[in-house]
Protein backbone atom coordinates (compact mmCIF):
# COMPACT_ATOMS: atom_id res chain seq x y z
CA UNK A 1 0.00 0.00 0.00
CA UNK A 2 1.11 3.50 -0.82
CA UNK A 3 0.91 6.23 1.55
CA UNK A 4 1.05 9.84 1.42
CA UNK A 5 1.71 11.67 4.68
CA UNK A 6 1.13 15.46 4.97
CA UNK A 7 2.64 17.24 7.52
CA UNK A 8 1.14 21.26 7.14
CA UNK A 9 2.69 22.58 9.90
CA UNK A 10 2.69 25.54 7.88
CA UNK A 11 -1.02 25.39 6.62
CA UNK A 12 -2.19 23.89 3.30
CA UNK A 13 -3.27 25.10 -0.06
CA UNK A 14 -3.87 23.69 -3.39
CA UNK A 15 -0.94 24.40 -4.69
CA UNK A 16 1.50 23.82 -2.27
CA UNK A 17 -0.62 20.13 -2.02
CA UNK A 18 0.16 20.28 -6.02
CA UNK A 19 3.65 21.12 -5.66
CA UNK A 20 4.52 18.70 -2.90
CA UNK A 21 2.89 16.02 -4.37
CA UNK A 22 5.08 16.69 -7.82
CA UNK A 23 8.41 16.65 -5.64
CA UNK A 24 7.82 13.13 -5.00
CA UNK A 25 8.52 11.81 -8.37
CA UNK A 26 5.94 12.82 -10.28
CA UNK A 27 6.52 12.97 -14.08
CA UNK A 28 5.52 17.01 -14.14
CA UNK A 29 6.30 17.48 -17.90
CA UNK A 30 3.35 14.67 -18.29
CA UNK A 31 1.46 16.05 -15.82
CA UNK A 32 1.62 19.73 -17.10
CA UNK A 33 0.76 18.44 -20.63
CA UNK A 34 -2.60 16.38 -19.30
CA UNK A 35 -3.42 19.89 -16.41
CA UNK A 36 -3.23 22.43 -19.56
CA UNK A 37 -5.89 21.09 -21.55
CA UNK A 38 -8.39 22.91 -18.98
CA UNK A 39 -6.99 25.62 -21.22
CA UNK A 40 -9.49 27.86 -18.81
CA UNK A 41 -9.62 31.44 -20.09
CA UNK A 42 -6.42 31.48 -21.95
CA UNK A 43 -4.58 30.00 -18.02
CA UNK A 44 -1.94 28.08 -17.88
CA UNK A 45 -0.08 25.78 -14.98
CA UNK A 46 4.17 26.13 -14.45
CA UNK A 47 6.15 24.24 -11.80
CA UNK A 48 9.31 25.85 -10.76
CA UNK A 49 11.96 24.99 -8.03
CA UNK A 50 12.24 27.40 -5.58
CA UNK A 51 13.72 27.87 -2.02
CA UNK A 52 12.01 28.52 1.05
CA UNK A 53 14.21 29.17 4.16
CA UNK A 54 16.70 26.64 2.53
CA UNK A 55 14.41 23.91 1.87
CA UNK A 56 14.27 22.84 -1.59
CA UNK A 57 11.12 23.00 -3.04
CA UNK A 58 8.74 23.04 -6.02
CA UNK A 59 6.44 25.91 -6.56
CA UNK A 60 2.96 25.16 -8.71
CA UNK A 61 2.27 28.41 -10.61
CA UNK A 62 -0.94 29.14 -12.64
CA UNK A 63 -0.74 31.86 -14.86
CA UNK A 64 -3.35 34.09 -15.66
CA UNK A 65 -4.37 36.77 -17.74
CA UNK A 66 -3.65 38.99 -14.91
CA UNK A 67 -0.54 37.68 -13.72
CA UNK A 68 0.46 35.29 -10.94
CA UNK A 69 -0.53 35.71 -7.64
CA UNK A 70 1.58 36.79 -5.28
CA UNK A 71 1.87 37.52 -1.64
CA UNK A 72 -1.26 39.14 -0.18
CA UNK A 73 -3.27 37.96 -2.73
CA UNK A 74 -2.92 40.40 -5.57
CA UNK A 75 -1.48 39.22 -9.05
CA UNK A 76 1.70 40.28 -10.25
CA UNK A 77 3.93 39.61 -13.30
CA UNK A 78 5.22 35.98 -12.89
CA UNK A 79 8.67 35.84 -11.07
CA UNK A 80 8.45 38.89 -9.24
CA UNK A 81 7.54 38.09 -5.84
CA UNK A 82 6.88 41.21 -3.49
CA UNK A 83 8.65 40.34 0.24
CA UNK A 84 6.56 40.10 2.91
CA UNK A 85 7.03 41.90 6.27
CA UNK A 86 4.53 40.43 9.00
CA UNK A 87 5.27 43.63 10.65
CA UNK A 88 3.24 45.94 7.52
CA UNK A 89 0.78 42.83 6.86
CA UNK A 90 -1.71 42.00 9.36
CA UNK A 91 -4.06 39.97 6.82
CA UNK A 92 -4.32 38.62 3.54
CA UNK A 93 -6.23 41.15 1.12
CA UNK A 94 -8.08 38.73 -1.27
CA UNK A 95 -10.53 41.22 -2.17
CA UNK A 96 -8.53 42.27 -4.94
CA UNK A 97 -8.89 39.34 -7.56
CA UNK A 98 -10.56 39.65 -9.97
CA UNK A 99 -11.98 36.55 -10.17
CA UNK A 100 -15.17 34.73 -11.65
CA UNK A 101 -18.23 34.31 -9.92
CA UNK A 102 -19.25 30.92 -10.94
CA UNK A 103 -21.60 28.62 -9.65
CA UNK A 104 -21.06 25.04 -8.60
CA UNK A 105 -22.84 23.45 -11.60
CA UNK A 106 -20.72 25.95 -14.24
CA UNK A 107 -17.18 24.53 -12.37
CA UNK A 108 -18.41 20.96 -12.29
CA UNK A 109 -19.33 21.55 -16.17
CA UNK A 110 -16.00 22.82 -17.18
CA UNK A 111 -14.05 19.80 -15.16
CA UNK A 112 -16.24 17.60 -16.78
CA UNK A 113 -15.80 18.73 -20.33
CA UNK A 114 -12.02 18.79 -19.49
CA UNK A 115 -9.96 15.98 -21.15
CA UNK A 116 -8.74 15.00 -17.46
CA UNK A 117 -9.08 10.92 -16.70
CA UNK A 118 -12.62 10.53 -15.20
CA UNK A 119 -10.91 9.58 -11.87
CA UNK A 120 -9.57 12.88 -11.21
CA UNK A 121 -12.74 14.23 -12.82
CA UNK A 122 -14.75 12.75 -9.80
CA UNK A 123 -12.03 13.54 -7.45
CA UNK A 124 -11.83 17.00 -8.22
CA UNK A 125 -15.83 17.48 -8.46
CA UNK A 126 -15.98 15.66 -5.48
CA UNK A 127 -13.47 19.05 -3.57
CA UNK A 128 -15.65 21.54 -5.06
CA UNK A 129 -18.95 19.84 -4.21
CA UNK A 130 -17.65 19.80 -0.56
CA UNK A 131 -17.06 23.35 -0.85
CA UNK A 132 -20.08 24.34 -2.24
CA UNK A 133 -22.13 21.96 0.88
CA UNK A 134 -19.86 24.14 3.09
CA UNK A 135 -20.61 27.68 1.29
CA UNK A 136 -24.42 26.88 1.41
CA UNK A 137 -24.36 26.23 4.92
CA UNK A 138 -22.54 29.41 6.07
CA UNK A 139 -25.16 31.53 3.74
CA UNK A 140 -27.62 29.68 4.61
CA UNK A 141 -29.34 28.95 1.20
CA UNK A 142 -29.12 25.89 -1.49
CA UNK A 143 -26.69 24.05 -3.15
CA UNK A 144 -27.97 25.32 -6.25
CA UNK A 145 -27.48 28.96 -5.65
CA UNK A 146 -24.06 28.65 -4.15
CA UNK A 147 -21.48 30.97 -6.07
CA UNK A 148 -18.19 30.49 -5.74
CA UNK A 149 -16.26 34.16 -4.94
CA UNK A 150 -12.09 33.34 -4.40
CA UNK A 151 -12.32 29.67 -4.82
CA UNK A 152 -14.41 29.66 -8.25
CA UNK A 153 -11.92 31.14 -10.04
CA UNK A 154 -10.04 29.81 -12.56
CA UNK A 155 -6.42 29.54 -10.63
CA UNK A 156 -8.27 27.65 -8.14
CA UNK A 157 -9.56 25.46 -10.38
CA UNK A 158 -6.35 24.62 -11.50
CA UNK A 159 -5.16 24.30 -7.95
CA UNK A 160 -8.16 21.70 -7.54
CA UNK A 161 -7.24 19.90 -10.26
CA UNK A 162 -4.01 20.00 -10.62
CA UNK A 163 -3.99 18.65 -6.74
CA UNK A 164 -6.38 15.69 -7.67
CA UNK A 165 -4.44 14.62 -10.98
CA UNK A 166 -0.86 15.11 -8.73
CA UNK A 167 -2.38 12.26 -6.34
CA UNK A 168 -3.82 9.96 -9.04
CA UNK A 169 -0.51 9.84 -11.10
CA UNK A 170 1.51 9.06 -7.95
CA UNK A 171 -1.23 6.10 -7.58
CA UNK A 172 -1.81 7.17 -3.84
CA UNK A 173 -3.84 4.33 -2.07
CA UNK A 174 -4.35 6.15 1.05
CA UNK A 175 -3.89 9.83 2.67
CA UNK A 176 -2.95 10.70 6.20
CA UNK A 177 -3.04 13.82 7.58
CA UNK A 178 -1.00 15.51 10.38
CA UNK A 179 -2.43 18.01 12.50
CA UNK A 180 -3.27 20.77 10.30
CA UNK A 181 -1.88 24.79 10.92
CA UNK A 182 -4.57 27.71 10.48
CA UNK A 183 -2.94 30.51 11.22
CA UNK A 184 -4.38 33.65 12.88
CA UNK A 185 -5.79 36.78 12.90
CA UNK A 186 -8.13 38.12 10.42
CA UNK A 187 -8.45 37.68 6.24
CA UNK A 188 -10.19 39.97 4.21
CA UNK A 189 -12.28 38.35 1.76
CA UNK A 190 -15.17 39.01 -1.10
CA UNK A 191 -17.96 39.03 2.30
CA UNK A 192 -15.44 41.31 4.36
CA UNK A 193 -13.20 40.89 7.48
CA UNK A 194 -13.36 37.54 8.88
CA UNK A 195 -11.14 35.84 11.81
CA UNK A 196 -8.67 32.81 10.88
CA UNK A 197 -9.76 30.58 9.69
CA UNK A 198 -12.62 31.57 7.31
CA UNK A 199 -16.56 30.49 7.77
CA UNK A 200 -15.80 28.36 5.16
CA UNK A 201 -12.68 26.90 5.49
CA UNK A 202 -13.70 26.40 10.02
CA UNK A 203 -16.74 24.43 8.23
CA UNK A 204 -14.59 21.73 6.26
CA UNK A 205 -12.01 21.69 9.04
CA UNK A 206 -15.21 20.03 11.56
CA UNK A 207 -13.39 17.26 13.29
CA UNK A 208 -9.88 17.62 11.65
CA UNK A 209 -7.22 18.15 14.56
CA UNK A 210 -5.90 21.85 13.99
CA UNK A 211 -3.49 24.01 15.78
CA UNK A 212 -3.11 27.82 16.01
CA UNK A 213 0.16 29.69 14.18
CA UNK A 214 2.58 29.78 13.81
CA UNK A 215 1.73 32.90 11.67
CA UNK A 216 -1.02 35.27 12.04
CA UNK A 217 -1.75 35.08 8.65
CA UNK A 218 -4.48 32.26 6.93
CA UNK A 219 -2.42 29.47 6.46
CA UNK A 220 -4.88 26.99 5.64
CA UNK A 221 -7.14 28.52 2.47
CA UNK A 222 -10.62 27.14 1.94
CA UNK A 223 -9.19 24.98 -1.19
CA UNK A 224 -6.76 23.41 1.33
CA UNK A 225 -9.61 22.46 3.61
CA UNK A 226 -11.68 20.70 0.93
CA UNK A 227 -8.86 18.59 -0.65
CA UNK A 228 -8.51 17.65 3.18
CA UNK A 229 -12.38 16.92 3.66
CA UNK A 230 -12.59 14.91 0.48
CA UNK A 231 -9.32 13.19 0.19
CA UNK A 232 -7.83 12.30 3.58
CA UNK A 233 -8.67 8.78 4.65
CA UNK A 234 -7.07 9.12 7.93
CA UNK A 235 -6.00 12.12 10.76
CA UNK A 236 -3.07 10.74 12.60
CA UNK A 237 0.21 11.81 14.65
CA UNK A 238 1.44 9.32 11.44
CA UNK A 239 2.01 5.94 9.65
CA UNK A 240 4.04 3.39 9.14
CA UNK A 241 5.58 2.90 6.60
CA UNK A 242 9.05 2.51 4.91
CA UNK A 243 9.75 5.91 3.43
CA UNK A 244 10.24 6.41 -0.27
CA UNK A 245 10.26 10.00 -0.94
CA UNK A 246 10.20 13.07 0.52
CA UNK A 247 8.87 16.36 -0.63
CA UNK A 248 8.06 20.40 -0.12
CA UNK A 249 5.48 22.13 -1.94
CA UNK A 250 6.40 25.92 -1.24
CA UNK A 251 3.15 28.47 -0.41
CA UNK A 252 3.02 32.05 -1.86
CA UNK A 253 4.26 33.75 1.44
CA UNK A 254 7.09 33.73 2.94
CA UNK A 255 8.15 34.19 6.85
CA UNK A 256 11.37 34.93 8.93
CA UNK A 257 10.05 32.11 11.14
CA UNK A 258 9.77 29.32 9.55
CA UNK A 259 10.22 27.58 5.90
CA UNK A 260 6.37 28.17 4.23
CA UNK A 261 6.16 24.60 2.81
CA UNK A 262 3.80 21.84 2.96
CA UNK A 263 6.06 18.41 3.88
CA UNK A 264 4.66 15.76 2.06
CA UNK A 265 6.22 11.37 2.87
CA UNK A 266 5.55 8.65 0.49
CA UNK A 267 5.58 5.68 2.34
CA UNK A 268 5.04 1.41 1.42
CA UNK A 269 3.63 -0.56 3.62
CA UNK A 270 3.94 -3.86 2.87
CA UNK A 271 1.69 -5.51 6.01
CA UNK A 272 -1.15 -7.75 5.41
CA UNK A 273 -3.87 -5.17 7.48
CA UNK A 274 -2.68 -2.12 4.68
CA UNK A 275 -4.86 -3.98 2.23
CA UNK A 276 -7.39 -2.84 4.25
CA UNK A 277 -9.46 0.52 5.29
CA UNK A 278 -8.87 1.62 8.56
CA UNK A 279 -10.59 4.65 10.78
CA UNK A 280 -11.47 5.40 14.39
CA UNK A 281 -15.09 5.28 15.79
CA UNK A 282 -16.66 6.19 18.92
CA UNK A 283 -18.64 3.29 20.66
CA UNK A 284 -21.28 4.68 23.31
CA UNK A 285 -22.58 2.17 26.10
CA UNK A 286 -25.08 1.62 28.58
CA UNK A 287 -26.97 -0.85 30.76
CA UNK A 288 -30.81 -0.15 30.89
CA UNK A 289 -33.57 -2.46 32.97
CA UNK A 290 -35.97 0.40 33.83
CA UNK A 291 -36.97 1.12 30.37
CA UNK A 292 -40.51 -0.51 28.15
CA UNK A 293 -39.68 -1.93 24.66
CA UNK A 294 -41.95 0.63 23.31
CA UNK A 295 -39.61 3.34 23.93
CA UNK A 296 -36.81 1.69 22.41
CA UNK A 297 -38.23 1.02 19.59
CA UNK A 298 -38.81 5.12 18.83
CA UNK A 299 -35.33 5.14 19.79
CA UNK A 300 -33.29 3.18 17.67
CA UNK A 301 -34.60 4.90 14.07
CA UNK A 302 -33.68 7.73 15.68
CA UNK A 303 -30.37 7.59 16.63
CA UNK A 304 -29.35 6.15 13.38
CA UNK A 305 -31.00 9.11 11.72
CA UNK A 306 -29.13 11.37 13.64
CA UNK A 307 -25.47 9.82 12.47
CA UNK A 308 -25.28 6.55 14.67
CA UNK A 309 -23.38 4.29 12.67
CA UNK A 310 -24.56 1.02 14.00
CA UNK A 311 -26.83 -0.01 17.27
CA UNK A 312 -27.21 -2.55 18.48
CA UNK A 313 -29.10 -4.19 21.89
CA UNK A 314 -27.84 -7.28 23.67
CA UNK A 315 -29.82 -9.15 26.99
CA UNK A 316 -28.02 -9.03 30.16
CA UNK A 317 -28.14 -9.76 33.64
CA UNK A 318 -27.51 -6.80 36.21
CA UNK A 319 -27.27 -6.01 39.77
CA UNK A 320 -30.21 -7.65 42.04
CA UNK A 321 -30.70 -10.59 39.52
CA UNK A 322 -32.71 -7.89 37.21
CA UNK A 323 -33.01 -9.08 33.26
CA UNK A 324 -31.78 -5.83 31.32
CA UNK A 325 -29.94 -5.08 27.95
CA UNK A 326 -26.68 -3.05 26.85
CA UNK A 327 -27.52 -0.69 24.27
CA UNK A 328 -24.63 -0.11 22.00
CA UNK A 329 -24.09 2.99 19.51
CA UNK A 330 -21.39 3.19 16.78
CA UNK A 331 -20.80 6.78 15.37
CA UNK A 332 -18.14 8.77 14.42
CA UNK A 333 -16.06 10.96 17.17
CA UNK A 334 -17.95 14.06 15.87
CA UNK A 335 -21.52 12.17 16.47
CA UNK A 336 -20.33 10.88 19.91
CA UNK A 337 -21.75 14.72 21.75
CA UNK A 338 -24.92 14.42 20.02
CA UNK A 339 -25.61 10.70 20.35
CA UNK A 340 -24.73 11.22 23.94
CA UNK A 341 -27.21 14.02 24.63
CA UNK A 342 -29.74 11.71 22.98
CA UNK A 343 -29.27 8.43 25.32
CA UNK A 344 -29.22 10.65 28.23
CA UNK A 345 -32.15 12.28 27.57
CA UNK A 346 -34.64 9.92 25.72
CA UNK A 347 -33.52 7.10 27.90
CA UNK A 348 -33.72 5.88 31.70
CA UNK A 349 -30.41 5.87 32.13
CA UNK A 350 -28.15 8.04 34.21
CA UNK A 351 -24.76 8.20 32.54
CA UNK A 352 -23.27 6.21 29.77
CA UNK A 353 -19.46 5.46 28.89
CA UNK A 354 -17.62 5.58 25.76
CA UNK A 355 -14.12 5.08 24.03
CA UNK A 356 -12.34 4.78 20.96
CA UNK A 357 -12.03 1.56 18.98
CA UNK A 358 -9.99 1.27 15.92
CA UNK A 359 -11.15 -0.30 12.89
CA UNK A 360 -10.11 -2.35 9.95
CA UNK A 361 -12.85 -2.81 7.09
CA UNK A 362 -12.80 -3.72 3.62
CA UNK A 363 -12.67 -1.56 0.60
CA UNK A 364 -15.93 -1.22 -0.97
CA UNK A 365 -18.25 0.21 -3.98
CA UNK A 366 -21.72 -0.48 -5.06
CA UNK A 367 -22.86 -1.59 -8.76
CA UNK A 368 -26.08 -2.33 -9.84
CA UNK A 369 -26.53 -5.92 -10.88
CA UNK A 370 -29.51 -6.83 -13.67
CA UNK A 371 -31.94 -9.16 -12.64
CA UNK A 372 -35.51 -10.94 -14.24
CA UNK A 373 -36.72 -8.63 -11.89
CA UNK A 374 -35.01 -5.44 -12.42
CA UNK A 375 -31.65 -3.46 -11.46
CA UNK A 376 -30.52 -4.00 -7.70
CA UNK A 377 -28.01 -2.32 -6.15
CA UNK A 378 -25.20 -4.84 -4.67
CA UNK A 379 -22.32 -4.04 -2.53
CA UNK A 380 -19.24 -5.41 -3.43
CA UNK A 381 -16.06 -5.81 -0.72
CA UNK A 382 -12.56 -5.25 -2.06
CA UNK A 383 -9.42 -6.41 -0.72
CA UNK A 384 -6.32 -4.54 -2.99
CA UNK A 385 -9.01 -3.96 -5.80
CA UNK A 386 -10.15 -7.37 -5.60
CA UNK A 387 -13.07 -8.90 -5.25
CA UNK A 388 -13.76 -10.89 -1.83
CA UNK A 389 -17.40 -10.61 -0.59
CA UNK A 390 -20.84 -9.28 -2.49
CA UNK A 391 -23.99 -8.41 -0.68
CA UNK A 392 -27.28 -7.25 -2.16
CA UNK A 393 -28.66 -3.80 -0.96
CA UNK A 394 -31.75 -4.98 1.75
CA UNK A 395 -33.67 -1.57 0.76
CA UNK A 396 -33.23 -2.19 -2.93
CA UNK A 397 -34.52 -5.69 -2.84
CA UNK A 398 -37.41 -4.68 0.14
CA UNK A 399 -38.49 -1.65 -2.41
CA UNK A 400 -38.31 -3.87 -5.68
CA UNK A 401 -39.98 -6.56 -4.07
CA UNK A 402 -42.89 -4.09 -3.01
CA UNK A 403 -43.03 -3.06 -6.31
CA UNK A 404 -43.36 -6.35 -8.69
CA UNK A 405 -45.12 -8.03 -5.95
CA UNK A 406 -42.47 -10.71 -5.68
CA UNK A 407 -40.92 -11.99 -2.56
CA UNK A 408 -38.10 -10.10 -1.44
CA UNK A 409 -36.42 -13.70 -0.67
CA UNK A 410 -36.48 -14.30 -4.36
CA UNK A 411 -35.36 -10.88 -5.44
CA UNK A 412 -32.11 -11.29 -2.93
CA UNK A 413 -31.23 -14.59 -4.38
CA UNK A 414 -31.53 -13.14 -7.63
CA UNK A 415 -29.67 -10.10 -6.98
CA UNK A 416 -26.86 -12.41 -5.46
CA UNK A 417 -26.89 -14.75 -8.50
CA UNK A 418 -26.32 -11.48 -10.82
CA UNK A 419 -23.11 -10.47 -8.93
CA UNK A 420 -21.79 -14.12 -8.85
CA UNK A 421 -19.70 -13.48 -12.14
CA UNK A 422 -17.90 -10.78 -10.28
CA UNK A 423 -16.95 -12.14 -7.36
CA UNK A 424 -16.03 -15.36 -9.45
CA UNK A 425 -13.60 -13.81 -11.81
CA UNK A 426 -11.70 -12.53 -8.43
Not at 102 to 114: C, D, K, M, T, Y
Request: aromatic share 6%.
Amino acid sequence: MRILLLDPFSGLAGDMFTAAVLHLGVDTENFLKTLNQLNLEGCHAEVEKTIKNGISSYKFNVITPQGIEGPGGKFIQKKKFAPVSAAKTSFVKQDDHHHSHRSLSEVLEIIANSSLPDKVKDMSSEVFTELGKAEASIHGMTLEKVHFHEVGAADAIYDICGACLAAYMLNIDKIVCRPVAVGAGVVKTAHGLLPVPAPATARLLEGVPTKVGPAERELTTPTGAALLASLCDEFAAGADGEVKATGYGAGTLSFATHANVLKVTLLEDSKTDSYFLSDEVSVIQCNIDDMAGELLSDLIPKLLEKGALDVTCTPCMMKKNRQAFTLEVICSSEKLGRLSEILLLETSTFGIRHQNWQRLKLDRKFENVETEFGKVKVKLGLIDGKIVKISPEFDACAALSKAKNVPVTQIYSAAQAAAYPLLKKN
